[in-house]
């Protein structure tokens, strides 16, 4: 949008007031970790293959989702108020999601190794896109 | 303190305000018919049976390429073109209805479609052509990546903006053009879905 409208305050944006950590970046590239996992273990079905690329990527995954928790709690002045507000119910959703993802896997007999590493794959996914969705909410809260 | 386009300054006095039509960010309204949604792909699921799983198949699938497309190829550079009242007023009818449609037609797509592979081995390595299958698996993946980091957020984020007494312009402006752009990126993804899956339709 190019030039604000009546009754529309002209401020600098919100987010530029604080240093922020790069969460969008990594929360994607943990994302695209996971799916690699996750198209990796589909793409050889029904055939056992080694779960050690499966779980690297998940391990990795799962360290960006740590780092990008960590590095967000060190920011001063952050709107974790709206943060938590909006993650909380976006968790909820996410976790309805997973669980039905996790339902089809269930439902097709998936056991094992693969399971459990889907299962985990499954918890980033739920836990990662929420603060992703709360951070970008944050950022531009007022106050922030 | 109003500047030459009558828009207020950060500090200044009260404006009067814009007209934006009141909404809600999750429409509540729609949450019944969401929950009858996944109900009915639950049970479609756990009786395995072809005709429904197809069905949600093709109606999610067909709903998400159409609204991808359309959203990223047509509405987004009309949205870019209109007045700033007409495209808050537009993002405020719009943006509620796909913070609930995405996501469920998502799920139904991908679920739907996941169990009617196994059902007809059309996700088992030895089907004929699995590498269109495989590559369908990667172009989900990369649209999911995108609407999960960057379009759902944003999203979000433009409606709860939206919501405050006095909305912040660049915000919005910057959150619109990063939800345009990535779902012009789905949208070209949603071009090799086309082409993949009536690969796999015509054998």
Not at chain 1, 34 to 56: D, E, F, Q, R, W
Not at chain 2, 27 to 33: H, Q, Y
Not at chain 2, 101 to 121: D, N
Not at chain 2, 169 to 191: C, D, H, N, S, W
Request: a positive charge; hydrophobic letters at 60%.
């Amino acid at each position: 949008m190019s030039e604000p409208a009546p009754g529309i305050v002209a401020e600098r944006d919100p987010a530029d007031a604080v240093s922020l950590p790069p969460v969008t970046q990594v929360g994607m590239a943990s994302l695209a970790l996971i799916v690699a996992a996750g198209i990796y273990l589909s793409a050889h079905l029904p055939k056992h293959v080694p779960l050690t690329p499966a779980v690297v990527l998940l391990a990795a995954s799962a360290l960006l989702l740590a780092g990008n928790l960590a590095a967000l709690a060190r920011v001063t002045g952050f709107a974790w108020q709206r943060f938590l507000q909006v993650a909380r119910w976006a968790l909820l959703a996410y976790a309805f999601i997973a669980g039905m993802i996790e339902y089809v896997f269930l439902r097709n007999h998936t056991s094992g190794g693969p399971l459990v590493v889907l299962t985990l794959a499954l918890v980033v996914f739920a836990v990662h896109v929420p603060v992703l969705i709360g951070f970008t909410v944050a950022r531009y809260a007022d106050g922030s | 303190m109003t500047s030459p386009l009558g828009v207020l300054e950060a500090g200044g006095p009260p404006a009067a305000a814009l007209e934006r039509p009141d909404f809600q960010i999750v429409p509540r309204a729609g949450l019944p018919m969401v929950a009858l949604v996944m109900a009915l792909l639950i049970t479609a699921i756990a009786v395995n049976k072809l005709w429904p799983l197809e069905f949600f198949h093709v109606v999610g699938g067909a709903a998400w390429t159409v609204i991808d497309l359309f959203l990223g190829f047509i509405l987004g550079p009309i949205i870019g073109r209109m007045s700033i009242p007409a495209r808050i007023e537009f993002t405020t009818r719009l943006m509620p209805k796909m913070v609930l449609l995405m996501p469920t037609v998502v799920t139904v797509t991908l679920a739907a479609g996941w169990q009617l592979g196994t059902h007809l081995g059309t996700v088992q390595s030895s089907y004929a052509l699995h590498g269109w299958v495989v590559a369908s698996f990667i172009v989900v993946g990369v649209m999911a990546v995108v609407a999960l980091g960057l379009l759902e957020p944003a999203n979000i984020a433009v409606l709860v903006e939206l919501k405050k007494p006095r909305p912040n312009p660049a915000v919005i402006e910057r959150l619109m053009k990063r939800f345009i752009y990535a779902a012009g990126v789905t949208g070209l993804m949603q071009v090799a879905t086309l082409v993949i899956m009536t690969k796999l339709a015509s054998g």
